[in-house]
């Protein structure tokens, strides 16, 4: 697949982690989490996600205490586990579980 062939997935803002876990039974990780699984560096992983390979959920933004104007990003970012397969399986890159119920049913 060439590279501008890609789909391109939107990120989505939510608020609740309970309900998004809930949509995600296999597990939901962090980028740190997605870095470990796929061997990658952590800059790989923040380019995957700046060009939307992956569908990502961020949580809802900090706001510091000088007010609405100094934006420091989302308080958190949740990538599924499933797509960090799916992008494994597009690079051919080996996928290692950190936990059990990360792992396809067999």
């Keep these: ?6 789909p ?5 803002v939510r608020e609740d982690v309970d309900e998004l876990h809930a949509e995600h039974p296999r597990g939901l990780v962090s980028p740190g989490g997605a870095q470990q ?8 992983i923040e380019g995957m996600i700046r060009r939307k390979r992956v569908k990502v959920y961020y949580g809802p933004d900090l706001v510091d205490k000088l007010g609405p104007f100094v934006h420091k990003g989302p308080r958190w970012i949740l990538i599924p586990v499933t797509e960090i397969e799916r992008y494994g399986r597009e690079r051919g890159r080996e996928v290692r ?5 990360h792992r396809p049913p067999a």
């Design 1 to 6: 697949m060439r590279r501008k062939d890609h």
């Design 37 to 44: 699984m796929l061997g990658l560096s952590r800059g790989a």
């Design 8 to 12: 391109v997935i939107e990120p989505e």
């Design 97 to 101: 579980y950190l936990w059990a119920e």
